[in-house]
């Protein structure tokens, strides 16, 4: 839902309200346990909902979360970011500006 509101409608009026939802359902899981087993769809959910919740007070969980599972998956380089996030969902023009 996150990717639909922000990519494809453009719409961020919904999109910290759908951040809130998922970080309080993160918080109740074991990061670390998804981090080994799913860790390239972790690290696309902490990359959609850190752009949903940019300009929010939920921006600083986001950001660290999402550098914690980079430095997890020992991804430092955009083009090695960006390999992984685009297995799932990926529009180059509008996700590409926001990774840098």
Not at 25 to 50: A, N, V
Not at 77 to 84: D, K
Request: hydrophobic letters at 55%.
């Amino acid at each position: 839902m996150v990717f639909a509101e922000l990519v494809l409608l453009d719409d961020i009026s919904n999109a910290a309200v759908l951040a809130a939802g998922i970080k309080t359902t993160l918080e109740i899981t074991d990061m670390e346990e998804s981090m080994q087993h799913k860790s390239e769809l972790m690290l696309w959910i902490l990359f959609m909902d850190y752009i949903a919740a940019f300009e929010t007070e939920l921006n600083t969980w986001f950001r660290s979360s999402f550098a914690w599972s980079l430095s997890l998956q020992n991804l430092n380089h955009f083009e090695n970011v960006r390999g992984v996030l685009i297995e799932f969902l990926w529009l180059e023009g509008a996700l590409n500006q926001r990774l840098w």
